[in-house]
C-alpha cells in the first residue's frame, strides 16, 4: 500500500467546495468559458472559469425552477425552466445581454414547464413544452410564436434538437418521435428504439420516455429508456 503524499503548502487549495442547494438538472458553458448551475430556488451559481471561485445570484422567486442557460453568442443567452411571470402564472424566462451579469424577466405566453431548448448562433429558437407544442423565436429570444407538435399519445416534448432551421427531431415521453423538413410546418412519425426492440430493459418505468435525440450528418441519435 503506497502512502499518499501531499503536495507542498504553496501547492495546496484551500478553498471550500461548492455545495449548491437544492436540485440542479444540467451546467451550462457560455462560448467566453463561463460555467453555469441554476436550481430550482431561483438561483443561479457562476464561475468563470473551471479553476476560479464559484458565485451566487438569487435570479428568481424560490417557487421559480431554473433549468437551463442556452447561449445564443458571449453576451445573449435565455434562461428557461418552470418560472414565474407577470401576467401568466407560469410563463416566465430570463435574458441576459451581458454575459448572465444581469437578467431580465420576459414572457412566453404559454403556461407550463420547458423542457427542452434547441439554439443557433443567429438567434433562432425552439423551447419544448408540456402542451404538445414548440415555441420558436427568430430574433434572439425577444419574442416567440407558437408551433404545433403533432404527436398522438403524448403532450410533453421530452427530447428536441434542431440540425437548422429546417431539420428537426422530437422526442415525448410515450415511445414518440417526430421529425420535421420544413421547420414543424409539417413533421413524420418514425419507429422508435424501443419499437425496434432495442430497449433491454422494456418493463421498466422509463423504457418509453425519448430522452435525448440528435442529428448528426446522416445519422439520428436517439437515448431511450435510460
Not at 48 to 73: Q, Y
Not at 139 to 155: I, L, N
Request: charged share 25%; glycine share 8%.
Amino acid at each position: 500500500m503506497t502512502a499518499q503524499v501531499l503536495p507542498p503548502v504553496e501547492d495546496r487549495d484551500y478553498r471550500a467546495v461548492l455545495d449548491p442547494s437544492g436540485r440542479i438538472d444540467e451546467i451550462s458553458v457560455s462560448p467566453r468559458g463561463n460555467l453555469f448551475l441554476s436550481n430550482c430556488f431561483g438561483e443561479v451559481y457562476y464561475t468563470h472559469n473551471i479553476d476560479s471561485n464559484w458565485h451566487m445570484m438569487e435570479v428568481a422567486g424560490r417557487l421559480d425552477n431554473l433549468e437551463r442557460i442556452s447561449f445564443f453568442n458571449a453576451d445573449t443567452a435565455i434562461l428557461t425552466g418552470y418560472i414565474q411571470s407577470e401576467k401568466h402564472e407560469k410563463s416566465g424566462y430570463f435574458l441576459t445581454y451581458d454575459g448572465g451579469r444581469t437578467w431580465e424577466k420576459g414572457d412566453l405566453g404559454e403556461d407550463g414547464w420547458f423542457y427542452e431548448v434547441s439554439i443557433d448562433d443567429d438567434g433562432h429558437a425552439w423551447l419544448g413544452t408540456s402542451k404538445k407544442t414548440l415555441l420558436y423565436s427568430d430574433d434572439f429570444g425577444k419574442s416567440f410564436k407558437k408551433m404545433e407538435v403533432p404527436f398522438k399519445k403524448s403532450d410533453r416534448i421530452y427530447a428536441l434538437h434542431m440540425a437548422d432551421t429546417q431539420r428537426g427531431m422530437v422526442g415525448s415521453d410515450d415511445n414518440e418521435i417526430l421529425l420535421t423538413e420544413n421547420n414543424w410546418q409539417s413533421a413524420q412519425n418514425i419507429p422508435t428504439p424501443f419499437d425496434q426492440k432495442k430497449v433491454v430493459n422494456r418493463t421498466h418505468h422509463s423504457a418509453l420516455d425519448i430522452d435525448k435525440v440528435a442529428l448528426w450528418g446522416d445519422y439520428l441519435l436517439v437515448q431511450q429508456g435510460e
